[in-house]
């Protein structure tokens, strides 16, 4: 192993337990905490600027314990906005899409089109995949 292999190897050991540290942390209190999802969904409001690497674990915690919830349109939005707001654009973009192909005319696409620049597909011919 290379001195630069090595070095790299650490760093990413680094980054890694960081990550870990800040993220999970949220995740870990809001389960333990047995939020509902009113009340989880309040606290990543409140999270999104202030602590956006919280928001964006509550938010991917709400995405596991409550999937396909009438609140799950929002959560998806205020999550990319985490991501962008922790300058992880590409991230970002890719829940984008996702996101306005699952919601082309919802409530929160305008913005999430405007936060990243990825706009929904035309429908009708040539705009379907």
């Known amino acids: 192993m290379t001195n630069s292999t090595a070095v790299r190897g650490l760093a990413l050991s680094l980054l890694a337990a960081a990550c870990a540290s800040t993220s999970g942390h949220a995740t870990t209190t809001a389960a333990r905490a047995g939020l509902d999802e009113p ?3 309040e606290k990543l409001r409140s999270d999104l ?10 938010a991917d915690e709400g995405e596991h314990r409550f999937a396909d919830s009438p609140r799950a349109e929002e959560r998806r939005a205020l999550a990319i906005q985490a991501l962008i707001n922790l300058d992880r654009i590409g991230a970002a973009r890719s829940r984008a899409y996702e996101f306005l192909a699952h919601y082309p005319d919802g409530p929160y696409s305008a913005h999430v089109a405007a936060m990243t620049g990825v706009h929904p597909s035309p429908a009708g011919p040539g705009g379907q995949h």
């Not at 202030?50 to 509550?58: D, G, Q, R, T």
């Open 39 to 41: 009340t989880l969904m």
């Open 49 to 58: 600027q202030p602590n956006p690497a919280s928001a964006l674990a509550l």
